[in-house]
């Protein structure tokens, strides 16, 4: 049978050249986290099991002692200059939890950068003493291209993209899938579900990659709210119509609560206008959360946000169980750690822990 | 017979509930460390005890090797959003004698709260990934404010406030009992002793924490050596009077000297300034301790300072045997490690150690 | 037979006494690592023969646990107050490798300096909570300082020394001098080959250190080719004069490449500059290496950088095999793990593991 491995290596071929960035070495055995688009059903599906097999493992101190015993010999690189709190942290347990050292660089101020090193070489530099490196960067493309120096060096090591400019996040939408699965799983799983979008569409990359993510699952119906400024990208219908998925396009979204699945709020992204306060000038007031819309959501729907927020969620929506989101964030952690323990080749000894 | 826990959480709840801030989960067995008063004699002798256990523990490579394997599967969150350097490494020091993994956010600029996150959001995000949150900050009742959030949620994990602005520095204050129990181990401890403290007594958190501390013990002196400006506040003092303990307030420092069984000097803490160079007005030239002073301090009395220092005590004093100062730093490693140890239930394994 | 640390220990005490800046404690079992003088050749070839010793046992996953096992009872302080990345990792890596557990404080402004205090106290406390400092610092002779007053406390810990001013940066050339060693292997080693330094010989101190070194071996010829305003200082001409080396101060760097065994490419140190600017006014292109210069160059010659670098040499020069810069990076991480290793003790353990 295919092991996620053999899945995302699969997948990964099946990208046109172009997008593709990195090849892998040894025979496919080496691989990296790039895009959303190298994971397809299976690999999901089996990222989901293991990620709850872990969940579940760790609930005991035997369980948290076994796992800290698998990777002890590895280190991992958190190569974070794009702010952040929960990919890094989620990250940085994540590796915890698995044994794995880890050692990161935050802020260019104490690295070499300031004496003019290019960034080639300081990911190089870290190749050369860590045996994976996560990275976020506001720089497009950046992952990509620090995979493919790696895998043309006699030291490649693994590369997971953390968050890349505007456009990936992959680890994001796999936390969200992620929290999808476990929230529909009595319910038949994802399939045949409707998932409303809410908010900055057009610049929220976590967005992006679930929308693509979720072409994944059968007859899932997509809405995208948001003020016409901010609606997602032509690329993305481009995406969802050659997929065969059905979606809808609006601003109203009190018409749309009654018959969400899931709602997905996030975040209006200032941090990327390009004049600034641009985006302060829109009305986004008609696209935020509390306790009036709650009480149009079904009774078995759920509510996303992939954080941090400001005021799109009024906490007093927080206790609710609809309101999924804290451990949609804790789902993070395990989801991680899963992948990790997938590119470390520790996953047959999670299957066979007996607690 | 009670153990640490049960006097913590006994103390806790005689508090009245405004002071509270937070309650217990479990049963009690789940509770936060934000003030000095939630410590009466009997957890400070255990406490002091237990720490002293750890020390000699950790003498002998066997002994560090038992300790780092009580806890190796917590992780704990440092959350210092303000400068230090002391309570910081010697926090991170404990958690790793404990063998607990330690993760860190001291730097916003790095974090979500840059994009519009809330400090709510913030220490929940903490309390997904970690299992014990350790926190400092300028801000007067935050970690109270914190321990009562999370109190509240699924997830509640411990909070150790390791100093919020400037009322409470709880474990700052348990380090100097620490310090003054050993000091006077060989002269029947605590009770009885003369007590000064010196310098910027209107804005030292530790003197005001420890002053309250000392009201466990028996016909203990208190004495505030400070000029006018700087003098303690009216709160301690009717505190002082209300717990029927004998206090002087004066600016005569040399007088004091030769009476003193301990001397605690503090810094002036112009970090407090409303005005800026205000109390660089005030002449303190009168209420430093160099070698001068030392001729006049008892055979048996010790000089203890929180650090950092300026030039309240010239480094010339240092080598004598009655500055225990060094002494008091390193002690706070030992008392924040049996802290630890105690919230974390693992007492019980250190008492049965045999080396 | 003598100990590395006996070497080290007898090294040091050669040094005259105003070179020296510290004193050992307990019959020289404790020693600091301070300049690259403290080094001879017996030091350097077991140090080299430990470091590539570490390095076998690290290939394995039994290996590294057991390397891993080694000192995790042990806790280092990494004090880089100067921006690094390459000296701060591999310090890092090597301390993971051993197991040591890390502690490090690289931005001020997080730290009690802010409020006042002396760098001796704030060294000395980092003494009272861990049991290795590594420090480097932009201040010359700070090092020597610093582990002078440890050495007279009651607390003394080993400090070395990871770079301090312009003037020392011994465990750089350590892994240059490693670097050599492995190079010229299959040639005799090091002994009898031309060495060819470029660059900002004036101001970059991992030549001036590497060229102290390289006088403990035999007849090895050193040339420094650089633009006369940037050329290797007086002080350093004296010293291989006094030690009998042949050496050549030119500014023709084609005429040097077809006869080097190794050329150390250097980076123009303008973080030094005392004029901004000045650097930057002085002609450096023709100290440059790219692919015209690699064609002249001997087929078993070796081409080294201390990197970061800038445009010293061309990134297309990095697949051929004599550009062995990146191997050296790596070698870092070894022999600094050697380092530690024998301040620690635990070199036997080492030399008597069998896979």
Known sequence: MKTLRDVLFDEFHKLPVQEKGAYMKDGGRLFHVLYAQQFNRASLDELGTLATNIRFIAKSEKGMRFLQDLLPHKRAMLYFTQPSTRTFLSFFAACQILGIRIGEVRDRSVSSELKGESQEDSVRTFSSYFDLIIMRSEIGGLAERM???????????????????????????????????????????????????????????????????????????????????LQIGEDIRLMLEAAGVTFHVTSDFAAVIPEADAIYMTRIQDEWDQVKGESARINTSSFCFGLEQLKHLRGDAVLLHPFPRRNEIDPAVDRDPRAVYWRQMRNGMWIRSALIASLCNVVDEIWNYSG
């Open 147 to 229: 995979a493919w120096l790696l895998s043309n060096t006699d030291r490649p090591v693994p590369i997971i993209n953390a968050g890349s400019g505007k456009d990936q996040h992959p680890t994001q939408s796999l936390l969200d899938i992620y929290t999808l699965q476990r929230s529909f799983e009595k319910r038949g799983g994802i399939d045949g579900k409707k998932i409303v979008f809410v908010g900055d569409l057009a610049r929220g990359r976590t967005v992006r990659s679930l929308a693509q993510l979720l072409t994944n699952y059968q007859d899932v119906e997509q809405v995208f709210v948001a003020p016409p400024e």
